[in-house]
């Protein structure tokens, strides 16, 4: 069964830390997605990465950066939370392909307090 | 730009019934469209996905969806609704040429709610 594993389901992190959120997939995909899933916005994109140490910024990339140093695993790091990245956050992979459907993971509850 | 317009926001169905939840999309050619499911505390699960050829696709757990070019649209439909169908529901358009990496548009969502 193929698998995209969030390392953490919940987290609360006080405002001013750094908060890392790691990814894990099994598939070999090459293509992997940092979402950010707010109620009344839908899914935005906040960085996807197409190889090892390659990255792009999507939509709402301020206040956080990612990280790619092995092909199956996919950081988020949010380099000083802030109150407004409360929110869930989604990893997915996919092949390269344009015809693919990306694989999610089961999310990370962020609480910043 | 694409994006995407899910203009139901909720959705309560009888179990039994039947269920349409609309898409509408804005694309200058021909898309790639998909249907993701996301259960309660869970990630999201593919549903069925459009590119080409038949424009009725069919999808897991009994759905389906039309793509209609006319009306910009890509309804996703169940003839008789489950209790367990009670999920949010994500529309999503793709390019079609993106340099190798597909950028997702998402719909912001259906919430279905089922009674018995």
């Known amino acids: 069964d193929v698998k995209v594993t969030q390392s953490s389901r919940y987290l609360v992190k006080r405002t001013g830390e750094k908060v890392f959120l790691e990814c894990v997939q099994d598939?070999?995909?090459?293509?992997m997605f940092w979402y950010r899933q707010d109620p009344g916005l839908g899914l935005r994109l906040i960085y996807f990465?197409?190889?090892?140490?390659?990255?792009e910024k999507g939509d709402i990339p301020e206040g956080y950066s990612v990280s790619r140093e092995k092909k199956e695993r996919f950081s988020l790091i949010l380099e000083s939370a802030s109150t407004n990245q409360t929110s869930m956050y989604l990893c997915?992979?996919?092949?390269?392909?344009?015809?693919?459907?990306?694989?999610f993971g089961q999310g990370t509850r962020l609480t910043v307090v | 730009a694409q994006s995407v317009t899910q203009p139901d926001i909720h959705i309560t169905v009888s179990e039994g019934a039947s269920l349409e939840l609309r898409c509408n999309y804005s694309?200058?050619?021909?898309?790639?469209l998909f249907w993701y499911v996301q259960s309660p505390g869970q990630g999201l699960q593919l549903l069925l996905k459009?590119?080409?050829?038949?424009?009725l696709v069919q999808g897991i757990k009994g759905f389906e969806a039309e793509f209609k070019r006319s009306q910009s649209s890509f309804n996703l439909r169940k003839p008789s609704v489950h209790w367990s169908d009670a999920a949010e529901y994500f529309c999503?358009?793709?390019?079609?040429?993106?340099?190798?990496?597909?950028?997702?548009?998402f719909g912001i969502g259906t919430k279905l709610q089922v009674i018995p």
């Open positions: 694309y200058g050619a021909t898309p790639y």
């Open positions: 999503a358009v793709g390019p079609m040429n993106s340099g190798g990496y597909q950028k997702v548009t």
């Open positions: 997915a992979s996919s092949l390269p392909a344009l015809n693919t459907e990306a694989f």
């Open positions: 459009y590119f080409s050829g038949d424009t």
């Open positions: 990465s197409y190889d090892v140490k390659m990255k």
């Open positions: 598939m070999d995909h090459e293509n």
